[in-house]
Structures are given as structure tokens and as C-alpha cells.
């Protein structure tokens, strides 16, 4: 357990870090990207190939292992889009574009103390809060049998019900 917390923090460590020197925690700097007709900032592009090589060995070794390095849980099995999925990406797209922030940069901007952040912050976990209870109570109402302890931030499994 201490040693997958470890490697949470440190990953998280790293990320923060990589976020900091890539001048991503800087909404206007993502602002820019997202502005093609006017002064457009391919900055957050090179970011973003930058960590596909990452990401592709990350993903390889799981593969290989069959699952993570430092948990039970495998990859997930579902291949298709469904309107969760899709509902979730127009939500992040929208919250990205008018806001500059995503989740991750979000969290570790809130060092900078800027009320902006703080904001944007609040309003992300009040709706994965209300998300949260939202789901839980829509399967209380819908299942006959019971469901298995599920992490809160993965909802309930399709399987559950």
C-alpha cells in the first residue's frame, strides 16, 4: 500500500513538474492554442508529442505484464463510445476552452493562489461530487442485487447491476 501511494506521489511529482517547465499551468498559454483564427500558440502541441513516446512505453509494459506495475486492476475492456463518453469529452472541452484549465494543471496551479483557480476547482469537484452521487443514487434505484465496493472515481461497473 505505502509503496503504491509512493509512486502516486511521485508520478504526480513529476507531472506537476513537467506541467510547471512546459508553461502549461498558464491558462492563457492554453487559451492560445485553442485560438486558431487568431494568435495561435502551437506550444501545448509539442507538449502533447512529447508525451506519446512516455505514454506509449508505459502502456507497452503494462501489456506486457498484464497489468500496472503496482496495482491489481488490469486495462479496461470497454472499446466502445457511449454518451457517458461523450458527454464527459464535450464537458472537458468546454470547461478547458473557456476556463484554460484541465483537472491536472487545475490542481497544481492552486499553489499560484489566484481566485480564478480556486473557482475553477470548486466547480470541478461539486460536478464530481454531484456526478458522484448522482450515479450511486441511479443505481440504488435501478439494481436488485448487491454492488461490490467500487472506487468513487469510477463510478459503478457495468457489470454491477
Same mark, same amino acid.
Given at each position: 500500500?505505502?509503496?503504491?501511494?509512493?509512486?502516486?506521489?511521485? &508520478? =504526480?511529482?513529476?507531472? /506537476?513538474? /513537467?506541467?510547471?517547465?512546459? !508553461?502549461?499551468?498558464?491558462?492563457?498559454?492554453?487559451?492560445?492554442?485553442?485560438?486558431?483564427? !487568431?494568435? %495561435?500558440?502551437?506550444?501545448?502541441?509539442?507538449?502533447?508529442? =512529447?508525451?506519446?513516446?512516455?505514454? %506509449?512505453?508505459g502502456f507497452a509494459v503494462v501489456r506486457r505484464l498484464?497489468? *500496472?506495475?503496482l496495482a491489481e486492476a488490469t486495462l479496461p475492456a470497454?472499446?466502445?463510445?457511449?454518451?457517458?463518453?461523450?458527454?464527459? &469529452?464535450?464537458?472537458? /472541452?468546454? /470547461?478547458?476552452?473557456? @476556463?484554460?484549465?484541465?483537472? !491536472? *494543471? @487545475?490542481?497544481?496551479? $492552486? !499553489?499560484?493562489?489566484? %481566485?480564478?483557480?480556486? $473557482?475553477?476547482?470548486?466547480?470541478?469537484?461539486? &460536478?464530481?461530487?454531484?456526478?458522484?452521487?448522482?450515479?450511486?443514487?441511479?443505481?440504488?434505484?435501478?439494481?436488485?442485487?448487491?454492488? *461490490?465496493?467500487?472506487?468513487?472515481? $469510477? =463510478?459503478?461497473?457495468?457489470? &454491477?447491476?
Amino acid at each position: 500500500m505505502a509503496r503504491r501511494i509512493l509512486a502516486a506521489l511521485a &508520478a =504526480g511529482l513529476i507531472f /506537476g513538474i /513537467g506541467l510547471t517547465f512546459s !508553461g502549461m499551468l498558464d491558462p492563457e498559454k492554453v487559451l492560445g492554442f485553442l485560438d486558431f483564427v !487568431g494568435d %495561435w500558440d502551437p506550444s501545448l502541441a509539442f507538449v502533447m508529442a =512529447g508525451s506519446i513516446p512516455v505514454a %506509449w512505453v508505459g502502456f507497452a509494459v503494462v501489456r506486457r505484464l498484464g497489468r *500496472p506495475l503496482l496495482a491489481e486492476a488490469t486495462l479496461p475492456a470497454a472499446r466502445f463510445i457511449d454518451r457517458k463518453l461523450i458527454g464527459g &469529452a464535450i464537458l472537458f /472541452g468546454v /470547461g478547458w476552452g473557456l @476556463a484554460g484549465y484541465c483537472p !491536472g *494543471p @487545475a490542481l497544481a496551479s $492552486l !499553489g499560484f493562489l489566484r %481566485w480564478q483557480t480556486g $473557482l475553477f476547482v470548486m466547480a470541478m469537484l461539486t &460536478a464530481m461530487i454531484g456526478l458522484d452521487f448522482r450515479n450511486r443514487e441511479s443505481t440504488q434505484d435501478h439494481c436488485t442485487k448487491s454492488i *461490490p465496493d467500487v472506487d468513487s472515481t $469510477l =463510478g459503478v461497473p457495468d457489470d &454491477a447491476c
